[in-house]
Structures are given as structure tokens and as C-alpha cells.
């Protein structure tokens, strides 16, 4: 159980073009769900956090207009990095809380290589 | 503030045992966690200690005191598929966020 899916793997796209990241929980609701970027050789950087039904909570220095997140269901949220360019290609992983238990675990998505042309 | 601190890097024979420590501030507390973490892939969890004391699962056990702001990972029986990174994460109160630390690359060497 507690499997959280990514879409795509990976993405190759062009310079100012724009890029949806599917995050889904496979078993369970997340009401909860957590958007990391990972450079090489970097720790995770949390981008933001993505609650559903309302609107996502950014750390300090990511553009939201940039960086659109939706969180419309309990088992799905998307990221998507809107006019892309070269200094976006990055790894970004998603992870979700289970909202019907208690523990305080985070379980993360396989991840998505961007990388931007 | 909050700040996690790990060493950066350590190296350690196939076979031995290996201790990552992690030292951490945040302005609240409420629990520790260790993960795992291979090159290009997403973090896979491994502990998640609370209270102080040791947790041991299999080859791995967690250790946690709250007074020191302290918690290292032991890993014990080193095989070469353990060489990865170590993420430790500490969660404030309140909240489901994590405060990550950089991430301890460990290296095994036959």
C-alpha cells in the first residue's frame, strides 16, 4: 500500500513552453500533498505545499505564477512550470501525507526529470 | 531558527557497521526521520523515531535524543547496494512539512 504514482518519468520540452506533472496516491486520499525540486548533488528544496480544495502554500523565493499547482482531488495533484526555460531542468518529486492514519510518514512519487531546451 | 546538519559525505567497508549522525534545531519538534535515497531516484523511507531511544529494524536501527537535538542512523552488515544517500527530516509541530538536511552520501567499498 501508500503508492504515489508521477506522469510523466521524464519531459523533454522547449524553452517557454509549459509542463503539467501529474502526483497521484494510488490507495489512499491525500489531502495533503508536497512538491519538491532536487538539483544534482542537492537535498530537496520543498517548492511548495499543495492542500485540496484550497490553494497551495509556497516557500519563500518560488514564483507561483510561475510554478501552478492544483489540488483538486484527494488523489491528485499537478504541477505545472509555465513558460519553461533551461534553469528549470531539475528533478522534481512529489509526496503525499495519507490522510486516515495518524502517522506523519511521506510517501514520494518515483519522480520527474525536466529537462528544458 | 531551523537548521538540520549531517556530514556531507563518509565511506565505509562492505561488512562493517556505519553511524550517520544528524543534529537538528527547529523552533518545535515532533518527530525525526530517516530516508533513503539512490542516485536518481525518489527518497524511500526508513524510520521515523519520536520518543528517545533506539529503534531497530533489521539492519538499520535509529537513534533519538530530544534534550541533545540528536539522532544518528546505524547501519549495520554494509552491502555495496547501500551506497546512497541519507536524508535526515525533522517535522515541526503543527504541521505536516519536513525540514530536510542535505543528505549524508555514503560510500561502500569491498
Known amino acids: 500500500g501508500a503508492v504515489v504514482s508521477q506522469h510523466p518519468s521524464w519531459v523533454i520540452c522547449k524553452s517557454g513552453t509549459s509542463v503539467k506533472i501529474e502526483c497521484r496516491s494510488l490507495d489512499f486520499q491525500a489531502t495533503t500533498m508536497f512538491w519538491y525540486r532536487q538539483f544534482p548533488k542537492q537535498s530537496l528544496m520543498l517548492m511548495a505545499t499543495s492542500n485540496e480544495g484550497s490553494k497551495a502554500t509556497y516557500e519563500q523565493g518560488v514564483e507561483k505564477d510561475k510554478f501552478l499547482i492544483n489540488h483538486a482531488s484527494l488523489t491528485l495533484s499537478t504541477l505545472t512550470v509555465t513558460s519553461a526555460h533551461p534553469e528549470d531542468s531539475s528533478f522534481y518529486i512529489c509526496?503525499?501525507?495519507?490522510?486516515?492514519?495518524?502517522?506523519?510518514?511521506?510517501?514520494f512519487g518515483p519522480g520527474t526529470r525536466l529537462t528544458v531546451t | 531558527g531551523q537548521n538540520i546538519d549531517q556530514p556531507t559525505e563518509m565511506t565505509a567497508t562492505e561488512g562493517a557497521i556505519v553511524q550517520i549522525n544528524c543534529t537538528y534545531q527547529t523552533s518545535g519538534f515532533n518527530g525525526l526521520f530517516w530516508y533513503q535515497q539512490h542516485a536518481g531516484e525518489a527518497p524511500t523511507f526508513l524510520s521515523y523515531?519520536?520518543l528517545d531511544g533506539l529503534e531497530e529494524k533489521g539492519r538499520f536501527s535509529s537513534f533519538l535524543s530530544r534534550s541533545k537535538g540528536y539522532s544518528y542512523l546505524l547501519l549495520k552488515e554494509l552491502q555495496m547496494k547501500d551506497s546512497a544517500s541519507y536524508l535526515c527530516?525533522?517535522?515541526?509541530?503543527?504541521?505536516?512539512?519536513?525540514?530536510w538536511g542535505a543528505g549524508t552520501k555514503l560510500i561502500i567499498k569491498p
Open positions: 509526496s503525499a501525507r495519507d490522510s486516515g492514519v495518524s502517522s506523519y510518514e511521506q510517501y
Open positions: 523515531n519520536v
Open positions: 527530516a525533522g517535522r515541526e509541530d503543527s504541521n505536516y512539512q519536513l525540514i
